[in-house]
């Protein structure tokens, strides 16, 4: 079974950085795209980053553009979050995702990693 496991969250004060990661383990070898969602407080999950493996293309929703970078490692199947410049209201529980196959695609979640940002 496909297992992805986050790390990075934290406590961080408003205009610092964060790295979050997520490692990917199984029998996948590869997957549709990953990304990063985000739940804050009394708002719906919404994707925060996602990167399309098949073409090494990048998108984000327009809070995080220039300041959040998606990436992925592909010997250690594991994508990051660069998160800079961070704000209060950026603050939420981060999922990672992982999609693969068709018809339906399958989606696979980690557990969360919480990001607290203070002022």
């Known amino acids: 079974q496909v297992q992805l496991v986050e790390s990075g969250g934290g406590l961080v004060q408003a205009g610092g950085s964060l790295r979050l990661s997520c490692a990917a383990s199984g029998s996948i070898r590869t997957f549709n795209a990953m990304g990063w969602y985000r739940q804050a407080p009394g708002k719906q999950r919404e994707s925060v980053a996602r990167i399309i493996d098949s073409f090494g293309a990048t998108t984000y929703t327009d809070s995080a553009k220039g300041r959040f970078t998606i990436s992925r490692d592909f010997t250690k199947n594991t994508v990051y979050l660069q998160m800079n410049s961070l704000k209060v209201e950026d603050t939420g529980v981060y999922y990672c995702?992982?999609?693969?196959?068709?018809?339906?695609?399958?989606?696979?979640w980690g557990q969360g990693t919480q990001v607290t940002v203070s002022l």
């Open positions: 995702n992982a999609e693969w196959g068709a018809d339906p695609p399958l989606n696979f």
